[in-house]
C-alpha cells in the first residue's frame, strides 16, 4: 500500500496550516525577538512600531492573563522576556496587524534597551560555571575503575559533535479563532497537540476544556514541533484571548532558523578499555550537553544519551555522567534520535581511536563486542538482540571481504582519489524513557453505509502514520483501505495525548486502533452469529467477509442498537524505569541493523561523495515496506548531512551565523549517497510492534554516523600520518585540513602531491 497522501501532496492539494482559509477579521502576527543574546531588559520602545500603518495592538509580556511560562519539564521559560532576555531569538514582544506586511514591517521598528550580561555559549564553560540544567545523570554498571586495571589497551580522547537545524519544509505556525464563550480553537503545526493545549491553557489562564487543539498535518517536524511549537501557538492565543480575533503566525525561514533550538551539540570526553582479543572490557564517558538558555527536553534528551551511550555493544563495566549545560542560545530540543545520536557518536569515535593505535580496522573491534540475547544494558534491561545476526546477514549479503579489496585496490591505483570504508551498527531503543507517556487512545466509528471514521493521537509529519493506521483497521475490520477514512489529530475526540515521537507512534496509536476495531469486530461477529451468516463467531483473527457481508451486519448491529463506535485506550505492557537506581525495563523492544558506507575523497579540494549505503535493517515484519524503506531513505540522508555538511554556527555573540539556506548547507539531491541498499533482516521473533512491525521512524538516522568514519578512513588512506580529531561534521573544509595537516612546514603543495605520490 502506498502512502494515501502522496497524490494529494503530488498535486499540491494537500492543506497545511500556511494553506488554511482565513476567517474575517483576521489579524496578523510577526514576534520582535532579542538582538542580544544575554542581558537585563531595561525598556521596550514600541511607539514607531504603533505608528505602523495597519497596527492595531503590540502585546509584551506585562498584557499576560495567565501565566507568562511555557516550560514544559521544568518551568523556566518564559513566553516573553520579563526583565532578562537570555538568548538571541528569544521573543520580547508580539506585534499584531491588518496584515503580515504590516506586522513585520512594524517589528522592525520596534527598540529594546537592553544591558549585555555575560554570554556563555560553550557546554563546558557553562559547567565549569555550575550552570546546569538539572544535576548531573549517571549509568553505571559493572566495576569500571578496577575493569580498567585489567585492559591490556586503554586510550583516551575527546569527541564534539556539532547540532542540527530541523529544516522542516514547513515552517512553525499557528492560526488561533476565537470560540463562542472565550474559548479557543488552535490550530498548530506541532507534533504535540496536548503540549500546545498544556501550554495555550496556561498563558491563556483558561482550563483545558475551553481549548480545542487542531492539527491536520506538518510538513515535517523530526522532533523541532514537539515542544518548540508551543511559543507560536500560545503567542496567537494570548493575541485572540486580548483582542477577540483570529490571529495567524506563520514563521518565515529565517525567523524560524533564528528562534527555534535545534539538535543539542555535545562535547565528551571518553576513557576505552580493551583486552588482547579487542573485547571491550570497560568504558567512561563524560558527556555536556549543550542545552541553550532554557530547558525545554533537554534532560529527556540527556538520558537517551545515556540510554545509547554504548550503542549495540556489550561493555560489561560502564560509567557514564551527562550534564546539562546552561547557555545563552535558544534552547535546544528533540530531534530524530533525541540525544542518542549524539551517545553513539563517542564510542564510535572511541572505537575508531582504539583501531588506529591497534592498526586495526574498527570493524574487528565493532564486531568482536557486539550485543548477544541476555546481554545487559547499562541501565539493567536486558537485550534480545539482533546485532550479530544483522552483522552477519550484511556480511553474506554484501560480501564485506570484496568491498574491502574494492577499497584497497582503489587506494593503490589513485593518488589523489581516496576511498574509505566504515561500518556502522545500530541499536535504538523503542518506548518513552517517560514511562507514563507510552499510552495512547484511538476512536472509531463505523457508519451504516459500512464506511470507517479513525481518530487517533497519532500527528502525521510527511512519516506515513495515516497510511498505517489506515491500515490496521482495514485489516481488521476486512474491508478496503479506502473505507477507512484517518481524520485529523483533534484534543477534542483523542485527549491527553503524547507527543508523535520516540519512533512510538504507530506502535502506541496503531495498537489502540487494533483495539477499537476488534471490540466492534466483537459486536458485529455477534450480530453475523444471529443472522446464522458464514464466519460466525468472534475471532482474534477474523476472516475478512465480503463486503456485502460487512455492510448488511453493520446495517443489522444498528437496527439491533449495537454501538458502532469505539473509544479505546493502550498502554505499552512492561515497561518501566526507576531513576533512582537507574535501572530498569525502559523499552518495549530495541530495533537493530548494520550499514555499509562507502566514500570517495578527492584529496585535492577534501570533497567527497558517498558512493553506497548498504544496509541490513531489522523491521521485525515490515507492515509497510514502501513507508518503511522511504524512512530508511530520508533518515541517512538526514544522518549523513549531519555528520558531514551541515554546520551549526553560533559566533561568540550568540549569534546564529548559519542563519539561512545560502549558509547552512543541507543534502540536496547531489549528497544523496548514489546508491542506497535495503535488505530487511531476516527474522521472526515476536515483538511488541503494531502487526510486529518495528519502529523506524528515528534509527535510520544513526546510520549515518558511518560516513563520518568512512570519509576518516579515506582522510588516513592518503595522510598516514594524520589522526583526525572526532569532531563531527565532517565538512570539506576540515577533511582539506587534515589531509594535509601533518605536511604543513612543507615548502609547497607541489611537493606535499609529489610527496603523496612517493608514499603509494
Ligand atoms: Mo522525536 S526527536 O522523539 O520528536
Not at 512600531?49 to 519539564?73: D, S
Not at 500546545?196 to 489562564?205: D, E, I, L
Not at 560502564?318 to 534520535?337: E, Q
Not at 568491498?403 to 561500518?423: D, P, S, W
Amino acid at each position: 500500500m502506498k502512502n494515501t497522501d502522496a497524490p494529494a501532496h503530488v498535486r499540491g492539494e494537500s492543506v497545511y496550516l500556511d494553506d488554511l482559509p482565513l476567517l474575517q477579521g483576521t489579524l496578523f502576527a510577526c514576534v520582535y525577538d532579542s538582538p542580544v543574546a544575554h542581558g537585563v531588559l531595561n525598556h521596550i520602545d514600541l511607539v514607531e512600531a504603533l505608528k505602523t500603518p495597519g497596527v492595531v495592538r503590540i502585546i509584551t509580556a506585562k498584557h499576560l492573563i495567565g501565566e507568562n511560562q511555557i516550560g514544559g519539564i521544568i518551568a523556566d521559560e518564559p513566553l516573553l522576556a520579563d526583565g532578562h532576555v537570555h538568548f538571541q531569538g528569544m521573543p520580547i514582544a508580539l506585534v499584531l496587524a491588518e496584515s503580515d506586511e504590516a506586522a513585520r514591517e512594524a517589528a522592525k521598528k520596534i527598540k529594546a534597551d537592553i544591558t549585555p550580561l555575560e554570554i556563555i555559549t560553550d557546554p563546558r564553560i557553562a559547567c565549569a560555571k555550575n550552570e546546569l540544567i538539572i544535576p548531573p545523570k549517571r549509568f553505571r554498571l559493572g566495576d569500571p575503575a578496577a575493569a580498567f586495571g585489567r585492559c591490556d589497551y586503554v586510550y583516551e580522547g575527546r569527541a564534539d559533535v556539532n547540532g542540527q537545524e530541523h529544516l522542516y519544509i514547513e515552517t512553525q505556525g499557528a492560526y488561533t479563532v476565537p470560540m463562542e464563550g472565550g474559548g479557543i480553537k488552535v490550530y498548530s503545526s506541532t507534533q504535540a497537540p496536548t503540549a500546545v493545549q498544556r501550554a495555550v491553557s496556561k498563558v491563556t489562564g483558561l482550563p483545558m476544556h475551553r481549548i480545542e487543539v487542531e492539527v491536520g498535518r506538518l510538513g515535517g517536524g523530526f522532533g523541532g514541533k514537539e515542544d518548540q511549537a508551543n511559543p507560536w501557538a500560545a503567542l496567537c492565543a494570548v493575541a485572540t484571548q486580548l483582542t477577540k480575533r483570529p490571529v495567524k503566525y506563520s514563521l518565515h525561514r529565517m525567523e524560524d532558523m533564528r528562534m527555534t533550538g535545534k539538535r543539542h551539540p555535545y562535547s565528551a570526553d571518553y576513557k576505552i578499555g580493551l583486552d588482547k582479543n579487542f573485547k571491550i572490557l570497560a568504558y567512561e564517558a563524560v558527556f555536556y550537553q549543550n542545552a541553550g538558555a532554557a530547558a525545554d527536553l533537554s534532560p529527556a534528551v540527556l538520558e537517551r544519551t545515556l540510554f545509547h551511550c554504548t550503542n549495540a555493544y556489550f561493555i560489561p563495566n560502564v560509567a557514564a555522567t551527562a550534564y546539562s549545560c546552561r547557555t545563552n542560545l535558544p534552547p535546544n530540543t528533540a530531534f530524530r534520535g533525541f540525544g542518542g545520536p549524539q551517545g553513539m557518536f563517542v564510542i564510535e569515535s572511541a572505537i575508531a581511536h582504539a583501531a588506529e593505535q591497534l592498526k586495526a580496522p574498527a570493524s574487528i573491534i565493532q564486531q568482536a563486542n557486539l550485543l548477544k540475547t541476555g546481554d545487559e544494558f547499562p541501565y539493567g534491561q536486558k537485550a534480545e538482540s539482533e546485532a550479530e545476526n544483522s552483522w552477519l546477514q550484511a556480511e553474506r549479503h554484501f560480501d564485506f571481504e570484496k568491498l574491502r579489496q574494492e577499497v584497497e585496490a582503489f587506494n593503490a591505483e589513485n593518488t589523489f582519489f581516496k576511498r574509505g570504508l566504515a561500518f556502522m551498527p545500530i541499536c535504538f531503543g523503542i518506548s518513552f524513557t517517560k514511562t507514563a507517556m507510552n499510552q495512547a487512545r484511538a476512536l472509531v466509528h463505523v457508519y451504516t453505509d459500512g464506511s470507517v471514521a479513525v481518530s487517533t493521537g497519532a500527528v502525521e509529519m510527511g512519516q506515513g502514520v495515516n497510511t498505517k493506521m489506515q491500515q490496521v483497521a482495514a485489516q481488521i475490520f476486512g474491508i478496503p483501505a479506502d473505507m477507512v477514512k484517518i481524520h485529523t489529530t483533534n484534543t477534542l475526540r483523542i485527549a491527553n495525548t503524547s507527543p508523535s515521537a520516540a519512533s512510538a507512534t504507530a506502535d502506541l496509536n496503531g495498537k489502540a486502533v487494533e483495539m477499537a476495531c476488534r471490540a466492534i469486530l466483537e459486536r458485529l461477529d455477534r450480530v453475523r452469529a444471529g443472522m446464522g451468516a458464514v464466519g460466525a463467531g468472534a475471532s482474534p483473527a477474523p476472516t475478512a467477509p465480503d463486503l456485502q457481508n460487512w455492510q448488511t451486519t453493520v446495517n443489522a448491529a444498528y437496527l439491533q442498537r449495537i454501538s458502532l463506535s469505539e473509544h479505546a485506550h493502550y498502554a505499552t505492557p512492561s515497561v518501566h524505569f526507576d531513576w533512582e537506581t537507574a535501572k530498569g525495563h525502559p523499552f518495549a523492544y530495541h530495533v537493530y541493523g548494520l550499514a555499509a558506507f562507502q566514500v570517495t575523497l578527492d584529496c585535492l579540494r577534501g570533497r567527497y561523495e558517498v558512493d553506497f549505503v548498504k544496509t541490513v535493517h531489522d523491521f521485525g515484519t515490515s507492515m509497510n515496506t514502501a513507508v518503511d524503506f522511504g524512512q530508511i531513505e530520508g533518515g541517512i540522508v538526514q544522518g549523513v548531512g549531519w555528520m558531514t555538511m551541515e554546520e551549526l554556527v553560533y559566533d561568540a555573540a550568540g549569534k546564529l551565523r548559519s542563519n539561512a539556506l545560502s549558509t547552512y548547507k543541507i543534502p540536496d539531491i547531489y549528497a544523496v549517497p548514489k546508491q542506497i541498499d535495503i535488505e530487511p533482516l531476516v527474522t521472526d521473533r515476536e515483538n511488541l510492534a503494531i502487526f510486529n512491525s518495528k519502529a523506524v521512524g528515528e534509527p535510520p538516522l544513526l546510520y549515518g554516523i558511518g560516513a563520518y568514519f568512512a570519509i576518516r578512513n579515506a582522510v588516513q588512506a592518503f595522510n598516514g600520518s594524520v589522526s583526525p580529531a572526532c569532531d563531527a561534521p565532517f565538512t570539506p573544509e576540515k577533511v582539506l585540513m587534515n589531509l594535509y595537516a601533518a605536511h604543513e612546514k612543507e615548502p609547497g603543495i607541489v611537493d606535499v602531491y609529489r610527496k603523496a605520490a612517493e608514499n603509494r
